[in-house]
């Protein structure tokens, strides 16, 4: 059993005031693809924001230097979801704008890009607008696609998470509701449509297909109901597709601090050899007994589709935050995550590092599992 971890970016680097929201992807060639955010001048989600890429060719053991995916002066270009297309090859990032200092007031719609890539990641097309297609005009100016991969299901679809914010439907309301949504193509990413949503309080989300053919859609909790409350990730259904959802329910299995997760195959059954052969299931967040304390990285594996979660292991303990996760060819589990640390007074703090830890499963599990 292995696992070893080390900084793909520390504060300060390349001229950016830190480094944010990781993105992970594995491509059919074994290339893994980590995005995130770099941003400019302050570290703020209202920053001069540009989408950073660095790959790897060795499995994650190191990674090439920085590609600049995606800027625009005076813009925020975030939240990266990349997928690849199984049967075309293409790789798909989507990813947000919206002008800087103008996300925190919420007065000027987001808009949603998409921009491709043929050369498993080495050159990119110019971001094309996909915004009219995939969010509605009476919605509220919040919009966020991911930040983490999408998937293409097995009949081909290609499905982005998203999140959106409604606006208030009540005098008495006391804000605008939060949800969480899909995007999805199915002429593989020349158009793109609008999904089904999940229940109010719910916010960043990350999909899978169970091997039934089902669509789990995983969310942020933004439920507010005290801070004494220990929250829980809420979970839903889609047996169309994604094109509408179950009410969603809570999983008790995994707490949060009100934070972004990230769901992955691990492996299927029908994947033959002896100790494949299992319905495997991850899923990180920052497992934080405390409410609103972003720490204690937890990556936990389900063998029942995502119903329960009997094993869990710590990734980090201190200060840890958004996290993704992709699969190595050889099956090393890969994790790109937001990594902080306590300062002499015991107090949680982000230095805006970018942390990748790879290792396998045997490591999970204790040696109670292995492929």
Request: charged content about 25%.
């Amino acid at each position: 059993m292995f696992f070893e971890e080390y900084n793909l970016y520390e504060a300060g680097d390349f001229g950016y005031h830190e480094c944010r929201i990781p993105a992970l992807l594995t491509t059919a060639n074994g290339t893994i693809l980590a995005f995130n955010e770099g941003r400019k001048f302050t570290g703020s989600d209202s920053d001069q924001i540009d989408l950073f890429l660095r790959r790897s060719f060795d499995g994650g053991v190191s990674f090439g230097d920085v590609q600049i995916v995606a800027t625009k002066d005076g813009w925020v270009s975030g939240n990266p979801a990349p997928v690849q297309d199984r049967t075309t090859g293409t790789i798909w990032l989507l990813f947000c704008r919206n002008q800087t200092e103008k996300v925190s007031t919420l007065d000027v719609p987001r808009s949603v890009w998409a921009t491709s890539s043929d050369d498993d990641g080495e050159t990119w097309d110019e971001p094309k607008e996909i915004t009219a297609s995939v969010r509605p005009s009476h919605w509220a100016a919040w919009y966020a696609t991911g930040p983490c991969h999408g998937i293409q299901m097995r009949s081909g679809r290609i499905v982005i998470p998203a999140n959106h914010r409604e606006k208030k439907q009540h005098v008495e309301d006391e804000d605008d509701y939060d949800h969480s949504h899909i995007i999805y193509s199915d002429d593989h990413g020349e158009s793109w449509k609008l999904g089904g949503s999940a229940d109010r309080h719910t916010n960043e989300s990350t999909v899978l297909e169970t091997a039934d053919g089902w669509l789990y859609l995983n969310s942020r909790n933004q439920y507010c109901s005290g801070e004494n409350v220990t929250y829980h990730r809420r979970a839903a259904w889609s047996k169309d597709g994604g094109e509408s959802f179950s009410p969603s329910v809570s999983d008790a299995g995994l707490p949060e601090p009100r934070c972004q997760g990230s769901v992955c195959r691990y492996t299927p059954a029908e994947d033959g050899p002896p100790g494949r052969g299992k319905n495997r299931v991850l899923f990180t967040n920052p497992g934080a007994p405390q409410p609103r304390e972003r720490n204690y990285l937890t990556i936990s594996l389900s063998y029942d589709e995502c119903r329960s979660w009997p094993v869990s292991k710590v990734i980090c303990e201190g200060p840890s935050s958004y996290s993704d996760l992709c699969i190595a060819q050889d099956g090393t589990i890969c994790c790109l995550y937001e990594k902080g640390n306590i300062d002499n007074k015991g107090i949680s703090t982000y230095s805006g590092d970018i942390s990748f830890a790879r290792f396998d499963l045997e490591w999970l599990t204790d040696g109670e599992d292995s492929l």
